[in-house]
């Protein structure tokens, strides 16, 4: 069984900065693209960056220049590091991990996610 989890949400100020980290725990499992998604108040869930597993990244416009997704391989965790923040980044945060196992074959895994809050 493989399990995400994501940690480090929490209220800023705009202007500040936040680092989540995701971690996929389990046993017998190979992780491939990795990804941070984040869903505001009565809107639908949206890419904001993603890693390949040879470090390969992608981001939407709108947070390009401000965050910044890396990896630990041996340590099977996703970094977002989000500076600049203003308030449209307010949202609930999730981390998804396509992930191989010899039980369940290639599936997505999803975090329960982790609320970001940008006020003053």
């Known amino acids: 069984q493989v399990q995400v989890v994501e940690s480090g949400g929490g209220l800023v100020q705009p202007g500040g900065s936040l680092r989540l980290s995701c971690a996929a725990s389990?046993?017998?499992?190979?992780?491939?693209?990795m990804g941070w998604h984040r869903q505001a108040p009565g809107k639908e869930r949206r890419l904001v960056a993603s890693?390949?597993?040879?470090?390969?990244?992608n981001y939407v416009p709108s947070v390009e220049g401000r965050f910044t997704i890396s990896r630990d391989n041996a340590k099977n965790t996703v970094y977002l590091q989000m500076n600049s923040l203003k308030p449209e980044d307010t949202a609930v945060y999730y981390c998804?991990?396509?992930?191989?196992?010899?039980?369940?074959?290639?599936?997505?895994?999803w975090g329960q996610g982790t609320q970001v809050t940008v006020s003053s």
């Open positions: 998804n991990a396509l992930i191989t196992t010899a039980s369940n074959g290639l599936n997505t895994y």
């Open positions: 389990g046993s017998d499992f190979k992780i491939y693209t």
């Open positions: 890693i390949s597993s040879l470090g390969d990244t």
